[in-house]
């Protein structure tokens, strides 16, 4: 069954499940996600549509879904805005503003800038878990050269974000309690199946309506927000194959 769907503008056709999913949702009853970032965050269109999901599938179920992103800020950024919020469930997506905000030119090397983005997040990671919350850690969707202009330095953005997610990713792995949602990489899939004038990031860094649509997507499709709730242990999922749509 084919709903239409109008978010940022654009008009999609997808052809969204109506009934709950199967398995286990990443979420449990009672549970406050706050998400935490920068401009892309504080937009706050991703948010708005993971909460519509989850609305969706759970309309009962006491879930509060909250963001304190910061425009321009890099991981650097204090902890304290989510930790206010006593979350059970942070989501940390930053990393454009450590290369088009910060003290790196292109042409540097980028191994000192990746390096203290590592331990930023690092220190993130650490002061949310103390605080009992699990972490999930997104892939920060890469700088489009194609709009390399005098506001932004773009160029070498995407080799260094991509070094962003082999760290989270890394992160991810070495710590309990956190986990890796490939929001760079389905971004860019996602990307490359459109037309050319079919443009996600219309500055080249921040992502449109259907760009941050399709971060949502990656998010209540790994946490599997359809899925039955109050699992006893929280695990993400495969994203399925993309529904067939049409986009215009």
């Known amino acids: 069954m084919k709903r239409i769907v109008i978010f940022g503008g654009v008009l999609m056709l997808l052809a969204l499940p109506l009934s709950a999913g199967e398995g286990q949702s990443f979420l449990r009853p009672g549970d406050r996600w706050v998400m935490d970032g920068d401009s892309i965050t504080h937009n706050d269109a991703y948010r708005r549509a993971v909460v519509l999901v989850q609305k969706h599938f759970h309309p009962t179920d006491p879930i509060a879904i909250t963001q304190v992103g910061v425009k321009g800020v890099t991981s650097a950024h204090g902890v304290e805005g989510a930790l206010s919020e006593k979350p059970t469930v942070v989501s940390i997506l930053l990393g454009v503003n450590n290369y088009i ?5 292109y042409g540097m090397d980028i191994k000192p ?8 997040i690092e220190k993130k990671v650490k002061a949310y878990r103390e605080a009992g919350a699990v972490v999930l850690l997104l892939s920060p969707p890469l700088t489009d050269e194609r709009f390399d202009h005098g506001i932004y330095e773009l160029r070498g ?5 991509k ?3 082999r760290a989270l990713q890394e992160i991810a792995k070495g710590n309990e309690g956190v986990f890796f949602v490939p929001v760079q990489e389905e971004f860019e899939t996602f990307q490359q199946s459109l037309a050319d004038g079919q443009i996600l990031r219309c500055d080249g860094v921040h992502p449109s309506g259907l760009g941050q649509y399709q971060m949502a997507r990656t998010l209540w ?3 599997n927000l359809a899925g039955a709730m ?3 242990k929280r695990s993400l999922g495969p994203a399925p194959a993309p529904a067939p749509g049409q986009v215009s």
Do not use: K, M, T
């Open 221 to 223: 499709q790994h946490l």
């Open 163 to 165: 070094e962003c997610s």
């Open 157 to 161: 953005g995407d080799i260094f974000l």
């Open 101 to 105: 905000n910060s003290n790196f030119r």
């Open 113 to 120: 800038f990746v390096d203290g983005y590592r331990a930023d």
């Open 230 to 232: 109050g699992g006893e």
